[in-house]
């Protein structure tokens, strides 16, 4: 009888368990659909504001950033940056004290309207990263609730969070798991559990049943076949590892901060600093008549579909803002810009190599770009195949990843994001703890 009830008892646990596991995706899911919609209205208020006179977002972007640092540094403190390199962070830091900090719910609100409002004012910035942030924290709250003490329970619950809020804000369910195992735990110790395919497939599927089952760019039935079409995929793996491997040096370069006047500028005035590039943001903006502002996704899905065609200049100016966008210091993701520069690549060179399918093109350019940025092939290549719906250019989608992989680690060594969690956790040390009590962080390195 005593085994019975330890085994019902058990059994109970086990049940109470999967059901908050359950939960938790399902809430997920419903934050990022949320969130997506936020986006979605953020970036068409900005459409209205540029429609009734361009000019305004002169002062619209200065003003708005500027409010926007102001209150990452007064109501939603630690709110700044992507949610990436914070959640990769979370899973290194020994001290949970700071890690409920870092994942509490307050800053995951902060989160969402703050980038929204940074959509409003044309930042560059997109909402994947801020969404793995979310969904980290989501489930951190779950695990709390549960009373987990067990260190890789409690990591393994964020690892799964972060990568179902990455999934659900995609709507790749598959990518959002390789994306755990890649690029949230790549120095981590620890397996993709039964839980965390879960908690990310639950999440994908209440998406799906909230908004339906679209895709990211739109379908395409692009083939690229062994042969000179494969010029291509040389062609964009170079360009896209360069231009993503720099893009990744120079934000690493400016995480350690800003030279000379500008560096002095930015810590003594942030948001004086954060309103001048509102106002950087906005000039190019003009320049280019709107093309630069937001994620980025419009573009993209017109280069994507063949409808928009777009010169050389608007990746440099996209690639521009979202530099000036990060040294801003305002919460917002890199991954929906970086997938709009990549398609921006694609859609120039697909007119130097005629005979290649144009929009196959377009789908190598985004992914070489893409993969050059964050140092994760193959994340890089399902994020691209199921955002466009296309399995047929799987194996050109490979090797134009693993090509850029090559190439963009000749210029930066180190990946991006494990770079940028390096950064945050220095900056934990260096900031005095909450309470005297508290004891400084016992941490590892998030890439060895």
Not at 117 to 146: D, K, N, T, Y
Not at 172 to 189: D, M, N, Q, Y
Request: proline share 4%; glycine share 12%; with cysteine.
């Amino acid at each position: 009888m005593h085994y019975l009830r330890r085994s019902a008892r058990r059994t109970t646990n086990q049940w109470r368990r999967s059901i908050t596991y359950w939960i938790g995706a399902i809430l997920i899911g419903v934050i990022a659909v949320l969130f997506a919609q936020m986006g979605d209205k953020a970036a068409d208020l900005r459409t209205e504001i540029i429609n009734w006179h361009p000019w305004a977002m002169l002062f619209v972007a200065p003003l708005g950033m500027a409010f926007i640092t102001w209150m990452t540094r007064s109501v939603f403190k630690g709110s700044q940056g992507s949610g990436i390199p914070q959640t990769i962070a979370t899973l290194h830091i020994s001290n949970y004290t700071l890690v409920d900090r870092i994942l509490s719910l307050k800053i995951s609100v902060g989160k969402i309207l703050l980038t929204c409002l940074g959509l409003i004012c044309g930042a560059s910035i997109g909402r994947e990263g801020p969404s793995v942030q979310v969904g980290a924290s989501i489930m951190h709250a779950f695990s709390r609730l549960l009373g987990q003490s067990n260190v890789a329970a409690k990591r393994s619950m964020i690892l799964a969070g972060g990568a179902a809020g990455m999934a659900a804000a995609f709507n790749t369910p598959l990518a959002g798991i390789v994306f755990a195992i890649e690029e949230l735990s790549h120095s981590f110790e620890q397996r993709t559990s039964g839980s965390t395919l879960t908690i990310v497939v639950v999440s994908g599927v209440t998406a799906i049943a909230l908004v339906g089952n679209y895709t990211y760019f739109g379908r395409a039935d692009v083939d690229i076949p062994v042969g000179t079409a494969w010029i291509a995929v040389l062609t964009c793996g170079i360009l896209g590892g360069l231009a993503g491997g720099s893009f990744a040096a120079l934000v690493i370069r400016i995480s350690k901060g800003l030279p000379g006047f500008l560096g002095r500028f930015s810590k003594n005035k942030p948001v004086l600093f954060s309103a001048a590039c509102g106002l950087l943001i906005a000039i190019f903006g003009l320049i280019s008549h709107g093309t630069t502002y937001g994620t980025g996704y419009q573009q993209a899905r017109g280069i994507f579909s063949g409808h928009d065609h777009y010169p050389f200049s608007f990746f440099a100016l996209k690639y521009i803002t979202m530099l000036i966008t990060y040294c801003s210091g305002i919460p917002g993701g890199m991954f929906a810009p970086s997938l709009s520069i990549g398609a921006g690549i694609g859609g120039w060179v697909e007119q130097f190599l005629p005979h290649t399918t144009p929009g196959a093109v377009v789908l190598l350019g985004t992914v070489a770009y893409f993969c050059g940025v964050a140092q994760a092939p193959l994340t890089a290549t399902i994020i691209v195949m199921e955002i466009s719906d296309n399995q047929q250019v799987t194996l050109a989608l490979l090797a134009t990843s693993f090509l850029a992989f090559g190439v963009s680690k000749m210029i930066c060594p180190r990946p991006l994001y494990g770079a940028l969690a390096d950064r945050f956790m220095e900056n934990l040390d260096r900031t005095p703890p909450a309470e005297p009590q508290e004891k400084a962080p016992e941490q590892k390195s998030a890439h060895h």
